[in-house]
């Protein structure tokens, strides 16, 4: 008697009604946790690009790096930069990849190799031998 009455019906009818509105909010819940989670993703491989962009010399334009460039060349580094990111590379492979493609001069802080060491402090060495010499010859 009391699944024919009514009330029972009503009661039957607002249950089901309420299942279908939490299955429809819980849809639109999970719909926009995963929109702002991949907005967080987005914003996190950006900032990679850019970090990386800030280790890399423009190749057209001295004195800046492709982050801070608009050349085309710069431009192309960035999708580079992109596209072996997406395909899963490290941002260390990437620059290790672009130190052997374009030597060590792309890079805005170069390796310190004995070499570069060298180099760097031949025309000290070259004084101090010139100033050894005009002292002695006194």
């Known amino acids: 008697m009391l699944s024919q009455s009514p009330l029972f ?6 249950e089901k009604l309420t299942q279908n509105l939490m299955g429809l909010l819980e849809k639109k819940v999970k719909k926009n946790l995963k929109n702002l989670l991949e907005r967080f993703k987005m914003r996190d491989f950006q900032q990679t690009v850019i970090e990386i962009g800030k280790k890399v010399k423009c190749l057209s334009c001295k004195g800046q790096t492709i982050d801070a460039s608009s050349s085309p ?5 960035r999708e580079v930069i992109k596209e ?6 490290k941002p260390g492979a990437i620059l290790e990849s672009f130190r052997k493609q374009y030597g060590e001069e ?9 070499s570069s060491i060298f180099f760097w402090a031949l025309p000290l060495l070259f004084l101090i031998v010139m100033l050894t010499y005009i ?3 006194k």
């Open 9 to 14: 019906s009503l009661l039957i009818a607002g």
């Open 73 to 77: 060349s710069s431009l192309k580094l």
């Open 84 to 89: 072996k990111l997406l395909a899963g590379e």
């Open 106 to 114: 792309i890079m805005v802080n170069p390796q310190v190799t004995l």
């Open 135 to 137: 002292l002695r010859k």
